[in-house]
């Protein structure tokens, strides 16, 4: 089958509708789950089980052979769990996640990334 205009704007659109659903759902039975014991677990738990999939997926990526890389990311986790001791603030730790993932790309993480394609 050849892809066609139609066609790929067509997938775009249903892919937009279904992200677009998903999203406002939430917020379109808000009050119906307010109350909710479930919602109530989901918001205690959530964000360290988040933070801790990252966690290892980061940890399961350093190639400790690589001397460089390794240190870069490794100074990028330990400046993030500082973040977090210093403050505890869950937006902030967020926040300082994503320089500290451009300081591995800069170092090679990207350069290798593309010449293993």
């Known amino acids: 089958m ?3 205009a139609p066609y790929i704007a067509l997938a775009i ?33 959530m964000p360290l089980g988040v933070t801790a999939i990252l966690v290892v997926y ?10 460089s890389l390794a240190s870069a990311k490794l100074a990028g986790i330990a400046a993030t769990v500082a973040v977090h001791l210093w403050r505890g603030n869950l937006f902030l730790r967020t926040c300082s996640r ?3 993932g ?16």
């Open 98 to 100: 994503s320089p500290h």
């Open 102 to 117: 451009c300081v591995g790309a800069a170092s090679g993480g990207l350069r290798r990334c593309k010449s293993s394609q």
């Open 13 to 45: 659109g249903c892919a937009a509708v279904i992200t677009f659903a998903l999203r406002a759902l939430p917020f379109a039975i808000r009050e119906a789950i307010k109350d909710s014991p479930l919602l109530a677990h989901l918001n205690a738990w």
């Open 2 to 4: 050849a892809l066609n």
């Open 58 to 67: 980061c940890l399961r990526m350093i190639d400790l052979h690589d001397t």
